[in-house]
């Protein structure tokens, strides 16, 4: 599933694109997925991010006529951007925005066809459910965190609080791991313990390191800046770059939403004092 740093490369493919290119067609191949009413015969694309959500923007040149259409896009679990050569196109194509001279398009392409996405009405920017960014919203994203400890979503495993995209909008799986391995924590601790602790000495100021909070802004952050991709045909600057994730010496532990922790082997005991079943790395899940 595409985190918030392939989310953050997809919007600028579309931006660059957008620098070079007008459009002039939309064609949809998913069959549960709306129709984009295009309201000119030519327009311009542009693209903004939050946290795993995109938008997509279709605009009219020279700066008259209809207004802006706004189409938020969630990737689920195998949504990917590409811009190609028309004839180029990816596998599992679902939405294909042509270019005006002909040569490229812009292509969302979805293998599991879980992906959807909807042309936003009445002024909506983001999806409610979805928090600040930790990167481009940071001190937002912190003050939302740590003023909400009493909600259920901190009842539980730190590991599995990083995935609520209401407090935690990008982060996912390879992301939570990275974030916690650095940050030395037991993906095992319950959330509200350890983030209670940042909250306590909130404002109090004097120097310290990188917090969980911290750490949830500067890995994606390192994402973004090496351009690197989970989800490119070629992913080894990707691997390479992950200290923890699917690595040899660390453990994969399935927390209570079946979902695999990578993790130190020395954390394996207290997971397995939580009733959560574990396993040596062998293979990513």
Same mark, same amino acid.
């Given at each position: 599933?595409?985190?918030?740093?392939?989310?953050?490369?997809?919007?600028?493919?579309?931006?660059?694109?957008?620098?070079? =290119?007008?459009?002039?067609?939309?064609?949809? =191949?998913?069959?549960?997925?709306?129709?984009?009413?295009?309201?000119?015969?030519?327009?311009?694309?542009?693209?903004?991010? $939050?946290? &795993? /959500?995109?938008?997509?923007?279709?605009?009219?040149?020279?700066?008259?006529?209809?207004?802006?259409?706004?189409?938020?896009?969630?990737?689920?679990?195998?949504?990917?951007?590409?811009?190609?050569?028309?004839?180029?196109?990816? &596998?599992?194509?679902?939405?294909?925005?042509?270019?005006?001279?002909?040569?490229?398009?812009?292509?969302?392409?979805?293998?599991?066809?879980?992906?959807?996405?909807?042309?936003?009405?009445?002024?909506?920017?983001?999806?409610?459910? $979805?928090?600040?960014?930790? !990167?481009?919203?940071? /001190?937002?994203?912190?003050?939302?965190?740590?003023?909400?400890?009493?909600?259920?979503?901190?009842?539980?495993?730190?590991?599995?609080?990083?995935?609520?995209?209401?407090?935690?909008?990008?982060?996912?799986?390879?992301?939570?791991?990275?974030?916690?391995?650095?940050?030395?924590?037991?993906?095992?601790?319950?959330?509200? /313990?350890?983030?209670?602790?940042?909250?306590?000495? /909130?404002?109090?100021?004097?120097?310290?390191?990188?917090?969980?909070?911290?750490?949830?802004?500067?890995?994606?952050?390192?994402?973004?800046?090496?351009?690197?991709?989970?989800?490119?045909?070629?992913? &080894?600057?990707?691997?390479?770059?992950?200290?923890?994730?699917?690595?040899?010496?660390?453990?994969?532990?399935?927390?209570?939403?079946?979902?695999? !922790?990578?993790?130190?082997?020395? =954390?394996?005991?207290?997971? $397995?004092?939580?009733?959560?079943?574990?396993?040596?790395?062998?293979?990513?899940?």
């Amino acid at each position: 599933m595409p985190e918030l740093g392939e989310v953050a490369l997809f919007s600028k493919i579309i931006n660059d694109a957008g620098k070079n =290119f007008t459009f002039n067609s939309i064609l949809n =191949f998913s069959p549960k997925n709306p129709d984009i009413p295009v309201k000119w015969h030519e327009f311009g694309i542009r693209s903004e991010c $939050r946290g &795993k /959500e995109l938008a997509i923007i279709l605009f009219g040149l020279g700066g008259v006529g209809a207004e802006d259409i706004r189409v938020l896009v969630h990737f689920s679990l195998t949504g990917l951007i590409f811009f190609n050569k028309t004839t180029e196109a990816p &596998k599992h194509p679902k939405l294909q925005i042509n270019s005006s001279c002909g040569t490229h398009s812009l292509f969302f392409s979805d293998q599991k066809g879980w992906g959807v996405w909807h042309v936003a009405e009445g002024g909506e920017m983001w999806s409610a459910n $979805r928090g600040p960014d930790p !990167i481009t919203e940071y /001190e937002l994203f912190r003050k939302n965190v740590l003023t909400n400890l009493k909600a259920k979503q901190f009842n539980a495993h730190i590991c599995e609080a990083l995935l609520e995209q209401q407090y935690f909008n990008g982060i996912g799986n390879y992301l939570r791991a990275e974030i916690l391995f650095r940050a030395g924590i037991n993906p095992f601790l319950p959330a509200r /313990e350890v983030l209670q602790t940042i909250a306590d000495t /909130e404002g109090q100021g004097g120097a310290k390191g990188e917090d969980i909070l911290d750490l949830c802004r500067s890995v994606p952050l390192e994402v973004v800046t090496l351009g690197i991709n989970k989800y490119a045909e070629d992913n &080894k600057k990707w691997a390479d770059w992950c200290q923890c994730y699917d690595k040899p010496g660390m453990t994969a532990t399935k927390d209570k939403n079946n979902r695999m !922790i990578y993790h130190k082997p020395e =954390f394996v005991a207290v997971a $397995r004092s939580k009733k959560v079943a574990s396993s040596s790395v062998a293979t990513p899940p």
